[in-house]
Structure formats: C-alpha cells, structure tokens
C-alpha cells in the first residue's frame, strides 16, 4: 500500500503534463486530416489555413512589468494575511510560540513581495525607454 502513494502522485503527475500536449496534438492531427480530405474531393484549399496550420499560434509578447507587479502585490497580501493571524493566533497561545512561528512565513513572503515590486520598477522603467 505504500508503493501506491507515490506511484498515483506520479501518474497524476505525468497525466497532468502529457495531457494536454496529447489533446493539442490529436486536435492538430484532426485539422490537418480535415484539409486533407478537402484537397482529395477537389475543393479549394484557403492560404490562411495553411499559413495558420504550418505556422502555429503565434503567442503576443508577456507584459512581464505587469506579471511581476502582480505577483509582488499578492505576495504582500499573503505577507500581510499571515501578519494578522500571527497576532490573532496570540489569543489562543498564551506562551507566543504560535505568533512568532507565524511571522516567519510572513517576513519571508513580504521580502519577496517586495523584491518582486522593485523588479516591476525596473521593468517599468526599462519598458519606457525601450518604447
């Protein structure tokens, strides 16, 4: 039984990672299938379709100023939501082991927070005077 644990773990994990890519691939083979079947019965083939099937999806650029704000202000939620259960919790412990324990993670979390706001700062600022 306890060979199972980590066997599911990595079944779910491998599930997790080669499905998609299996689903995308098989809707990529039937769209080609598709076109296929189209040029075999004679019908004419539009040259968007093949410039989008041979191309691929092109991905617009990530705003990654705007991804990094967003994962600083978070993190600084985060940081201050252990903060106020830090203090919450001393109620309830009346040795004060609970409210340092849980300023811990919420230090760690906030000097990320931070770190992340400065580096959107700084691709702010470089994303203007690339523009």
Do not use: C
């Amino acid at each position: 039984m306890e060979v199972l644990v980590p066997i599911a773990f990595f079944a779910f994990l491998g599930a997790v990672i080669v499905g998609p890519i299996w689903l995308r691939e098989r809707t990529r083979q039937s769209a080609h299938r598709l076109v296929q079947d189209a040029l075999e019965k004679g019908q004419p083939l539009d040259p968007a379709i093949v410039k989008q099937l041979t191309d691929g999806r092109e991905r617009a650029k990530p705003d990654r100023a705007r991804n990094t704000l967003g994962s600083g202000v978070v993190l600084l939620a985060l940081a201050g939501g252990f903060a106020g259960a830090s203090f919450l919790m001393g109620g309830f412990d009346p040795s004060g082991h609970a409210e340092r324990g849980m300023l811990v993670p919420a230090i760690i979390l906030g000097a990320l927070g931070v770190a992340f706001l400065v580096l959107a700062i700084v691709d702010y600022s470089t994303k203007k005077k690339e523009e």
